[in-house]
């Protein structure tokens, strides 16, 4: 279960990925004008102490997928994948990070992939009460459950033109991240998504063993 508190964030996180997205090398669009939020999923972190929240961007002709997590102290080594800081006015300073260097966000991907373990759900903090939010994004898994995953305890990206590979664990996971694509890497574990104006199943991640 995410727990979504009702605050002010400064900058807010599109005004984030407004800078940082023309750095990344699979964004192919000529700036990030018009950028907007087509929708969001989530998924827990057993130890309730990381934000893993993924989000899903319209920009130009292209859809992208931006996986991000949220620490309240810096992750050691993990400084090429700052995507900046902000101030929440309820939980403070916020270190945000591209997930795909947090171990935190390796590991509930992979679980998500080989477990079927589902997206969180999500409920607004408002005052004192907690208001369920419905999903903007929806994601499931194809292909067999397995028993249980590797332990990750690090993680190191590599970024190409179309997505980010993470090596960890003896697994081998491919984050798409330009979801506008005509070819869709083959898999038979793999997460998909679905949003408002997208009917159609949209492969998000592969996982396979490396």
Known sequence: MAIIHQAELQPTKLELLEKWLPSQPWFKEPGTAGLRKVGSYRFDDPAGEVGIETIIVSVGSSTVQVPLT???QPLAGAEPWLVGTMQHSVLGTRWVYDACADPIYV??????????RPQAE??????GKQERLAQSVFVQTTGPKLDAVPE???ATPCDTDAGTVVE?????LLVIRRLDLNGQPAGRLTLTGSWEGQKDNVKLAVISEA
């Open 152 to 154: 990750v305890s690090s």
């Open 122 to 127: 999500q409920y607004l903090q408002k005052g």
């Open 70 to 72: 949220y620490r309240a």
């Open 168 to 172: 960890s664990a003896g697994l081998h």
């Open 107 to 116: 590991a509930a991907l992979a679980a998500s992939i080989m477990l079927g």
